[in-house]
């Protein structure tokens, strides 16, 4: 059985006080060497430079430390698809009925087991919070658990057990298509309405300081046209972030236009589903007005480089939309590998082969989106960065593997974003406490066989 909510909150208790000495930190804007960080409650009280060695009773951590990463787009379940999906061609659509397989085997309690050890994979990778878009609420053929947010709730519980914060997306997913009812897969994700949905997550317990909850339209072929304020006016009422994929593949944008004479952004907007709370996610077929309505709006964008290849989706326009205004994070979606540090690398690389052009965004600013843009676009708009008042969350990158040895220590961040990957992180901090240390998680003992078993289990 999976924690209770109310063990789940235990779990994830805070670090009463503590203190780290970071041997390199990279504090926004450049890479600062000997910083000591005080820590009281979760959160960073003082951060203190120009400290040669780790002062007595110091926890040192060796390496470059960023801020915590934020993995902004994740689908937990599909990490149980690595290896399985890659095997011969197909589509987008094939890859989806895979996918499904997979779903029909979940219930809350496997669904804790192969979560909790996804979430412990990713705090092995730097990881710090994730924003869980959250789709599969019921049981197969929708029938009703007797907790209608078991699910939901098990996945709160993952988080906590695996030592991460979370974003729960709950996602209001009603059609299999414009004007399509749900098909047999599909039943479990749908609550029949979106009011139906709007009561459901009004009862979903958030258990924990580890634990926001936000909200999503799994798309607007999911979500009918004129229920999908009824999402929006819920998030907005909360003032809770709202995520929503978004144009990932034209044969959505194609059916969007013969249903409804427009893009599937100009839909969202219509509906007033777009500001600076909502997230879209990949982005990638857009027209320029599509560009232009998102900047406007100041709707942040989610880009999943390693998905979107994975998948054949394509290559959004990423480097466009910011000029246009949306803030950038990033996310490992389908969890082909789970590792920021690439996907903000692939996003700079993609876009040069995009172009043909070099140079779209600094070390810096890729670093931005996978931790003080990530963590915002989630509703954490209280971590992300190394300072005073922020939460404790750190994440540490090894200067001398045979990745990263050679560079000079000031141009850590160009190290941590074209050399290193995740298997680099040597620390997670997470309000305080060291969830990984020396790379070995501190609460899951043998993450490979917990992913190994938790999958296992769920192989349709």
């Not at 969007?256 to 600076?276: E, I, K, M, S, V």
Request: glycine share 10%; with cysteine; hydrophobic share 40%.
């Amino acid at each position: 059985m999976h924690l209770s909510p109310q063990e789940a909150a235990t779990t994830h208790r805070q670090t009463a006080s503590a203190t780290y000495w970071l041997e390199h930190a990279w504090l926004g804007t450049h890479v600062e060497p000997g910083v000591t960080v005080d820590v009281a409650d979760g959160r960073i009280t003082a951060v203190r430079t120009g400290t040669e060695a780790p002062p007595p009773g110091a926890v040192a951590l060796r390496g470059l430390t960023l801020p915590g990463l934020a993995n902004a787009h994740s689908h937990a379940f599909h990490r149980a698809l690595r290896g399985t999906v890659q095997v011969g061609s197909g589509t987008f659509w094939t890859w989806r009925e895979v996918m499904y397989n997979v779903a029909d085997q979940l219930t809350p309690d496997s669904y804790y087991a192969l979560a909790r050890a996804v979430y412990a994979e990713m705090a092995l990778a730097g990881i710090t919070c994730v924003g869980e878009f959250h789709y599969l609420h019921h049981a197969p053929g929708g029938t009703r658990y007797d907790n209608p947010n078991a699910m939901g709730e098990a996945l709160i519980a993952a988080a906590a057990a695996a030592g991460i914060r979370i974003t729960l997306l709950d996602t209001a997913y009603l059609s299999a298509g414009f004007g399509t009812p749900p098909n047999h897969h599909q039943l479990r994700f749908s609550d029949g309405t979106a009011e139906e949905w709007a009561q459901r997550a009004d009862a979903l317990k958030a258990a924990g300081e580890h634990a926001r909850i936000g909200a999503a339209i799994h798309s607007v072929r999911a979500v009918p046209a004129d229920q999908l304020s009824t999402v929006a006016d819920w998030t907005r009422a909360r003032q809770a972030p709202l995520h929503v994929h978004l144009s990932e593949q034209t044969a959505e944008n194609d059916a969007c236009r013969d249903a409804h004479g427009c893009t599937p952004t100009r839909l969202l907007a219509d509906h007033g589903a777009l500001d600076c709370r909502t997230t879209a996610v990949h982005a990638t077929h857009l027209t320029p007005e599509d560009i232009g309505l998102l900047g406007g709006a100041g709707t942040g964008v989610c880009m999943c480089p390693t998905t979107e290849r994975d998948l054949a989706d394509g290559i959004g326009p990423a480097a466009p939309l910011q000029s246009h205004g949306s803030p950038l994070s990033l996310g490992s979606d389908s969890h082909a590998v789970i590792d920021l540090l690439e996907e903000a690398r692939a996003m700079e690389l993609d876009e040069r082969l995009r172009t043909r052009t070099r140079g779209h965004w600094t070390a810096a600013a890729l670093l931005r989106a996978a931790t003080a843009d990530g963590h915002a676009a989630l509703g954490w708009d209280d971590a992300g960065t190394i300072e005073s008042g922020a939460l404790a969350d750190l994440t540490t990158i090894a200067l001398d593997s045979v990745r990263t040895a050679g560079p000079l220590p000031r141009l850590g961040a160009e190290t941590a974003v074209f050399a290193a990957s995740a298997a680099d992180v040597r620390h997670t901090v997470v309000g305080g406490r060291q969830i990984v240390r020396d790379g070995v998680h501190t609460l899951v003992p043998d993450v490979p066989t917990a992913l190994a078993a938790s999958i296992a289990a769920v192989r349709a």
